[in-house]
C-alpha cells in the first residue's frame, strides 16, 4: 500500500475504509504508520481511529487511545461509551458518562439516547431520574428523539405516570413517540389507557405500525376485548391490503405512463417506503438515477428513510454522498433522515456531524 505524507484527512479516510470492510490487520498497519510519523491525526480523525477499535472488538485498545488523545470532544465520549454499552460494561460506561459531564462537553440529543439505552438494560431508576432532570434543565424534554427514549426507559422501571409527562411535554409528536406511549401503557398493564391513546392516535391521522399494532394486541389480550381484538387485527390487515392494492396500481399506472417525471419518481418511491418493501423503494431510486432523472428532497429523504429501515450504511453513505453534490444536504427534512440513517446504523458520529452542519446552516439564515 502507497501511503501519503502525513494527511490527518486522507489517513481518517482510509481508516473509516477499515471499519465498513472490517479490516483489522491494515487498520492496525495505518494506526503504526500513523504513530511512526507523530500521531498528528486531528481530533476528526482520531475519533475516526477511536471508532475503528471500538468496532473491531478491541476495547482496550480503544480505551487507551482514548486516554492517550491530546483533545476529546462528546463524540469521543459518545463513541466509547457505546463500546462499552455493546460489550455489557455498562459501569464503565456510566461512569465515562459523568467524566464527559465532569469536564464541560456538550450534552446533546445522542449522549441522552444513548445513556438512556444503559438505563433500560440495567434498570436503574434512580438515575434515570437524574438524567431527566438535566434533559429537562437543558430544554431537550420537548424532543421527540430524548423523549422517546425517556419514554421507554420509565416503561421498563414501571413508571408509566412518569412516561405520560414526557409524552405530553413532546412539542411535536411522531409515530414513534405514539408508538412508544402505546407500548408502555400495554407493558405496564395500563391496558384500557393504551387503547385510548391508540384511538387519539388515530384521530391525530398517524399511520399506526406494527410495533403499535403488537402494543394494542397486548391490551386487548390483556382485557380479554376479543372483539376489539378482531376490529385492530382488521384495521391492521386493511391498512397492509390498501397499502399492497395502492402501490401495485400505482406501478402498473407508472410502467405504463410514457412521461416520468421526478413527481412519479417520487410517488412510487414513497409508496414503496410506507408500505415497508424498502428493498424495492431503493431500487426504483438506482432506475430513477440511472434514467437520468433529477432526484429531489423528496427522494433522498425517502431512499435514506429506506437505508435506515435496513441499517443499510453503505448505500445511505452514498446517498449521503449525491446529496452533498446537489446541496440537498442541507434541506432540513433531508438533513433529519440522514441523522437518522446514521443514528439507526449505530454511526452516533456521523449523525452528529450532519447534526451540527444543519445546526450552522440555521444559525447562518437566522443572521442573512
Known amino acids: 500500500m502507497s501511503l501519503p505524507q502525513f494527511d490527518s484527512y486522507a489517513y ?30 486531528d481530533l476528526f480523525a482520531h475519533n475516526i481511529l477511536l471508532d475503528f477499535y471500538v468496532k473491531s472488538d478491541a476495547l482496550s485498545d480503544a480505551s487507551k487511545i482514548f486516554d492517550e488523545m491530546p483533545e476529546r470532544n462528546t463524540i469521543s465520549f459518545v463513541t466509547l461509551i457505546q463500546g462499552y454499552a455493546q460489550s455489557f460494561q455498562l459501569v464503565e460506561a456510566f461512569e465515562l458518562f459523568f467524566r464527559l459531564h ?56 414501571g413508571h408509566v405516570d412518569s412516561a405520560r409527562q414526557v409524552f405530553d411535554a413532546i412539542a411535536y409528536k411522531d409515530m414513534v413517540s405514539w408508538t412508544g406511549m402505546v407500548a408502555c401503557y400495554a407493558e405496564n398493564d395500563h391496558f384500557e389507557d393504551s387503547l385510548q391513546l391508540f384511538s387519539q392516535m388515530r384521530m391525530a391521522g398517524f399511520r399506526p405500525n406494527h410495533f403499535t399494532f403488537t402494543g ?27 397499502l399492497i392494492f395502492m402501490v401495485e396500481n400505482s406501478m402498473e399506472l407508472f410502467m405504463e405512463s410514457p412521461n416520468r417525471n421526478e413527481v412519479a419518481w417520487n410517488t412510487m418511491i414513497v409508496a414503496y417506503v410506507q408500505s415497508g418493501d424498502v428493498e424495492k423503494a431503493l431500487s426504483l431510486f ?9 432526484a429531489t428532497e423528496v427522494t433522498y429523504s425517502s431512499a435514506l428513510c429506506a437505508c435506515a429501515s435496513l441499517a443499510a450504511m453503505e448505500p445511505g453513505i452514498q446517498i449521503h454522498s449525491l446529496s452533498v453534490k446537489t446541496i440537498y444536504d442541507r434541506d432540513t427534512v433531508v438533513g ?30 437566522g443572521m442573512l
Open 12 to 41: 481518517g479516510a482510509m481508516l473509516r475504509d477499515c471499519i465498513q470492510t472490517g479490516d483489522l490487520f491494515v487498520g492496525k498497519t495505518l494506526h503504526c504508520e500513523i504513530l511512526k510519523k507523530g500521531n498528528c491525526l
Open 102 to 157: 465532569r469536564e464541560g462537553h456538550e450534552l446533546n440529543p445522542f449522549v441522552f439516547t444513548t445513556i438512556l439505552k444503559l438505563i433500560i438494560g440495567m434498570e436503574w431508576e434512580k438515575l434515570g431520574y437524574c438524567i431527566h432532570a438535566c434533559i429537562f434543565k437543558l430544554g431537550l424534554d420537548s424532543n421527540a428523539f430524548v423523549g422517546t427514549a425517556l419514554i421507554d426507559a420509565y416503561s421498563v422501571c
Open 216 to 242: 394494542v394486541l397486548k391490551a386487548c389480550i390483556g382485557l380479554e376485548a376479543f372483539d376489539v381484538g378482531k376490529g385492530v387485527h382488521g384495521c391492521a390487515l386493511k391498512l397492509v391490503m390498501n
Open 286 to 294: 438506482k432506475n430513477m438515477l440511472a434514467c437520468q432523472v433529477q
Open 336 to 365: 433529519n433522515a440522514l441523522i437518522d440513517m446514521y443514528a439507526k446504523c449505530g454511526s452516533i458520529k456521523d449523525a452528529r456531524l450532519v447534526f451540527d452542519m444543519l445546526n450552522e446552516l440555521m444559525k447562518f439564515r
